[in-house]
């Protein structure tokens, strides 16, 4: 019996964007749904501290395997009703090399519940995605999403080559390390970030199902690279495009920006699909494909099908906070709405599209009226400092404090804090000392100008299943 893919998977949208509800409908719609892998352990806190509305995450958490873990975290999180708003949201330890074993139970359980509930009512399957950029959480995130039973892990920015391995390993409770990308990192240093099911497991579990791996790429390099240099086995590719949402690869060759200060792509950017067919895994291709033309075009060049994100990120199942979603759709149908490719707004120094909209950190007077902070610390780059240990820092945290770790002012200019505003985007803001709440920055492919194509006649918005119909047609 042959595989069966889909023609349509929705692409892994952080934070929450892709939340369990998004991927569990477009799942049921008999594509491929892909929850948001980023930030799980935050959502989960928030959430409980928003009250669990609907007691999704209370129900999810009750069919964990490990009882234990399971009831400490509700007991210590859950808030009846919700929380004050004018209070903040309970603290959660940053990411290091080495975490404490609270942050990896609350990205187990995180993970755990958000596969769980997107597989919920149905036996189609559902996949996860990570940002290779986001390295730290990697090892106990991936196993809470195996644990729930993922059967894709969908991954990009940068090149993960140790996943398959590790997801190999992690299928058998074994124990997995990770070399981190560490700044200035000297022969000898020990750059492993570890993590050993067996800490946590309450008694003996069955195997687990190993997801299938689908790197995303922007290069027929990078596809050949992780041929030969992954630990394990790949399933196939996403070859993403320059119009994508999110973060985008920078463009090959000498950086060259338009007047805007965009990054410019050009001919060596395009991918040759015919060169990724030769090398007979699926794949499907990502970036403004979200139309049913599209699409036969992908089939008819031997590909599996698209990846899309813009289109599902701005439909009523998607996780985006309404009054954005709607405000962002009301700019596309007034034929307003701009998304300028930021090469300065992530600290990662990927390109970051942003979704131009009033009142979010894409305003200028918006983003210099924000302390700097960093409190969620998922975009932090590990550093070794002079006496061998490891560092962290983040372009987007205070600038005294960044140039103290040795980082360059320069690199700190334009830099936004993608972390809390990207959970602000799906509805949980932090509250910060003094009572300044988090703003949103919104992100959103190239493809938003046009997306009022899928609002049915006499509508105002549309569904996950308008936007899969319309491709199917
Ligand atoms: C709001 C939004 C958030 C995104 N976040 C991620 C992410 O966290 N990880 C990722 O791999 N891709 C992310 N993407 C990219 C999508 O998964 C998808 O590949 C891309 O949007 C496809 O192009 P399209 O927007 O033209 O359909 C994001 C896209 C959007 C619109």
Same mark, same amino acid.
């Given at each position: 019996m042959g595989i069966e893919y889909p023609k349509i998977i929705q692409g892994g949208m952080g934070v929450a964007i892709s939340n369990w509800h998004l991927a569990r409908t477009v799942s049921m719609l008999g594509q491929l749904g892909v929850v948001s892998g980023v930030a799980l352990e935050i959502l989960l806190v928030r959430r409980l501290q928003d009250g669990d509305i609907g007691g999704h995450i209370r129900r999810a958490l009750e069919k964990f395997p490990f009882r234990e873990m399971a009831r400490r975290t509700v007991e210590k999180y859950y808030i009846p009703g919700g929380k004050a708003d004018d209070k903040p949201y309970a603290a959660v330890p940053m990411h290091k090399q080495v975490a404490s074993k609270k942050l990896h139970e609350l990205c187990i359980l995180g993970n755990f519940v958000e596969v769980f509930l997107a597989r919920e009512g149905h036996d189609r399957p559902v996949g996860i995605n990570y940002l290779e950029k986001i390295q730290m959480p990697h090892l106990p995130s991936a196993y809470g999403a195996m644990l729930a039973g993922a059967a894709y892990v969908v991954m990009g920015a !940068? +090149?993960?080559?140790? +996943?398959p391995g590790v997801l190999d390993g992690l299928s058998h409770h074994e124990a997995v390390s990770y070399k981190l990308n560490v700044v200035g990192a000297q022969p000898g240093d020990d750059t492993f970030a570890r993590f050993d099911p067996r800490d946590f497991m309450e008694g003996d579990h069955p195997p687990l199902v190993r997801p299938r791996f689908l790197p995303i790429i922007a290069s027929n390099v990078l596809a050949v690279t992780m041929l030969r240099r992954s630990t394990g086995k790949i399933n196939g590719f996403v070859i993403e495009g320059p119009t994508a949402g999110g973060h985008n690869a920078p463009p090959r060759g000498q950086l060259q920006i338009n007047e805007g200060g965009e990054p410019i792509y050009g001919e060596k950017d395009v991918v040759d699909l015919e060169k990724i067919r030769e090398l007979g895994l699926p794949f499907w291709v990502a970036g403004g494909c979200a139309s049913a033309d599209k699409l036969r075009e992908v089939l008819e060049a031997g590909g599996n099908g698209i990846q899309v994100g813009t289109a599902f990120a701005l439909c009523?199942?998607? !996780?985006?906070?309404d009054e954005y979603r709607r405000a962002l759709l009301q700019e596309a149908v007034a034929g307003t709405a701009r998304v300028i490719t930021d090469r300065l707004a992530s600290p990662t120094g990927f390109p970051f599209k942003v979704a131009q909209l009033e009142g979010s950190l894409s305003q200028e007077d918006v983003y210099l009226s924000r302390t700097r902070v960093c409190d969620l610390g998922y975009l932090r780059e590990v550093y070794r400092k002079d006496d061998g240990k490891m560092g962290y820092r983040c372009a987007s945290e205070p600038i005294k404090t960044f140039l103290a770790k040795g980082g360059k002012e320069s690199d700190t200019i334009g830099r936004k804090c993608i972390c809390n505003s990207l959970v602000a985007n799906a509805g949980h803001p932090q509250i910060q000392k003094g009572g300044a709440v988090e703003k949103p920055l919104l992100t959103s492919g190239d493809d938003l100008a046009e997306i009022a194509r899928f609002i049915p006649e006499g509508q105002t918005s549309y569904t996950a299943r308008d936007v899969i119909d319309k491709l199917l047609a």
């Open positions: !940068g +090149i993960p080559t140790q +996943i009523n199942d998607s !996780g985006m906070a």
